[in-house]
């Protein structure tokens, strides 16, 4: 008897999921339509939230960009890929969902530094561990 949280079946329905929370989010969006405002106003900065869940081999995490559009973020832990989906409301014929980008993350994940303000840089940090004889500095290797 087939589940439908089988390994093969997961993807598709993580994608499901995410796509059925952002529908929601743009009908919900769609059915509160703002007065106009009459005199230029500032926008508050809208504090970020958003969701996450994961079955083993693939993360989902949602969100909403500077603009308001609903962001899906797909991560396959097995593959090490990354997909990005954005969401946005309006009209019928304005509404959408694209696909922002992807790519396969494997060698992002083994670099050391990368745009890294930290204090100390990574390899700073592991000579002061083994300089130290923590074994810290030798788990990585």
């Known amino acids: 008897m087939s589940s439908w949280l089988e390994p ?54 949602t969100g909403v960009d500077v603009t308001g559009g609903s962001i899906l973020y797909l991560i396959d832990t097995q593959g090490r890929h990354l997909s990005v989906y954005a969401a946005q409301s309006g009209t019928a014929s304005t509404s959408n969902v694209k696909w922002v980008g992807a790519r396969n993350i494997d ?29 810290a500095a030798s788990d990585k290797h």
Do not use: C
């Open 107 to 135: 060698y992002d994940l083994q670099v050391d530094g990368f745009n890294d303000k930290s204090e100390l840089k990574y390899k700073e940090l592991a000579q002061r561990f083994a300089e130290s004889g923590s074994s």
């Open 8 to 61: 093969k079946a997961a993807p598709a329905w993580i994608l499901s999921a995410g796509m059925a929370l952002v529908s929601l989010g743009l009908v919900a969006q769609s059915q509160t339509d703002p007065p106009a405002p009459t005199t230029p106003q500032f926008l508050p900065a809208q504090p970020g939230y958003g969701t996450a869940d994961s079955n083993g081999s693939m993360i989902a995490v």
